[in-house]
């Protein structure tokens, strides 16, 4: 099963969907985004792997040495710097609608408020 | 829309969406394969530029401009959530009173503030030699900080914790991140072009401009982590409705808001 890695990624992926979809409280909504996005951590370094390979860090191991793919790995850190943004102004978002709707509940959102 | 009509449409989405990654995932060039065309090439320029953290290398100076973008989509965020949750006209800030701390959490807090803090700092010097550098070694360093208000309480952080020399390190921090890029142009190079002595492979010194862009990370990071979890800790700590509600009644705030003897 050489493909299991890559749908692993995909089912995660769409976990975090089905919470967004089903989700009654928004701060587990961005919880639900976060694993989601997740997703793509495990797709990326699932991408750069490299069979017997080992950490792109060549401090102790020589430079011939195997290592796994360290352009997925830096995209990867982009990736969770985005990730972490995203949820924080998320986050402030859900505790103003809190304070201005006295509610969390994605369906109770749906008045409009001059 | 009813929630199983909601539940209905996202299985049909779902089953499209899994049926095609599935697809693609078998188009894809198998899992643990020996073809990394562009690993292997950064490998190669992170050697050669005697990097021994190829990541580091990649981030801060195979493509330092796209970390530059990073750098800002966080520093725009900070910014974004200070926008969000400042204090509105109608509320007030109230001073959180003094809260006792169990003697064990206290010591085991105020020795590990120290500790949690060199290893920040250590994360983020080391950043071209070992896993780690600017944005990991930011968040410890910010992290450590707020052991204090674990340790001690909220007015303790406050002390060490003023937010004003916090802002403008966020900002400096990404200045100088700028002002490398351009002294490389100085230097007769392109934007962020690594022009410094690449130094000895795996000594501290190595890897020309990549510790010090990780510094002006590190520095930016933690300060605006800081500034960040400061904004979301007055609203539950600090910032009060009108009517004494908002965030009152489910925020944890007061002397209540943590487990205390």
Aim: hydrophobic share 50%; glycine share 12%; proline share 6%.
């Amino acid at each position: 099963m050489t493909v299991l890695p890559y749908l692993v990624a995909g089912w995660i992926f769409l976990v975090g969907v089905y919470g967004l979809v089903t989700s009654r409280n928004l701060i587990h909504a961005v919880g639900c985004l976060a694993v989601a996005q997740s997703s793509t951590y495990v797709l990326l370094l699932a991408v750069g792997y490299r069979r017997g390979g080992t950490a792109p860090v060549f401090s102790d191991v020589p430079p011939d040495r195997r290592v796994v793919d360290p352009v997925v790995q830096a995209l990867a850190l982009t990736d969770i710097v985005v990730g972490a943004t995203v949820t924080a102004l998320l986050l402030a978002l859900v505790v103003q609608l809190r304070k201005r709707h006295g509610t969390v509940d994605p369906d109770a959102l749906s008045d409009l408020k001059g | 829309m009813s929630p199983r009509g909601r539940l209905g449409l996202f299985l049909a989405g779902a089953a499209v969406v899994a049926a095609l990654f599935t697809v693609a995932c078998l188009g894809l060039p198998p899992f643990g394969g020996a073809h990394h065309p562009y690993g292997d090439r950064a490998v190669r320029a992170a050697v050669r530029h005697h990097t021994s953290n190829a990541i580091a290398s990649v981030n801060f100076d195979q493509r330092a401009l796209d970390t530059l973008g990073e750098e800002t989509i966080l520093f725009s965020a900070v910014l974004g959530a200070v926008v969000l949750l400042r204090q509105t006209a109608d509320e007030r800030r109230h001073t959180p009173a003094p809260a006792a701390v169990r003697p064990p959490i206290r010591r085991f807090g105020l020795l590990m503030l120290p500790v949690a803090l060199a290893v920040g700092l250590y994360v983020v010097a080391h950043g071209q030699l070992s896993p780690g550098g600017g944005f990991q070694g930011g968040v410890v360093v910010a992290t450590a900080l707020h052991l204090l208000y674990i340790a001690a309480d909220y007015r303790a952080l406050e002390r060490v914790r003023p937010l004003r020399p916090y802002e403008i390190g966020e900002a400096v921090g990404e200045a100088a991140y700028v002002i490398t890029g351009l002294a490389a142009v100085l230097a007769g190079s392109a934007f962020l072009a690594n022009v410094l002595p690449y130094g000895t492979f795996a000594t501290l010194s190595s890897g020309g401009t990549v510790p010090l862009l990780n510094a002006a990370v590190g520095m930016e990071v933690a300060c605006g982590v800081v500034v960040l979890l400061a904004q979301f800790l007055d609203q539950a700590v600090q910032i009060e409705g009108a009517d004494g509600g908002g965030s009152d009644d489910d925020g944890p705030r007061g002397p209540g808001r943590r487990e205390r003897a």
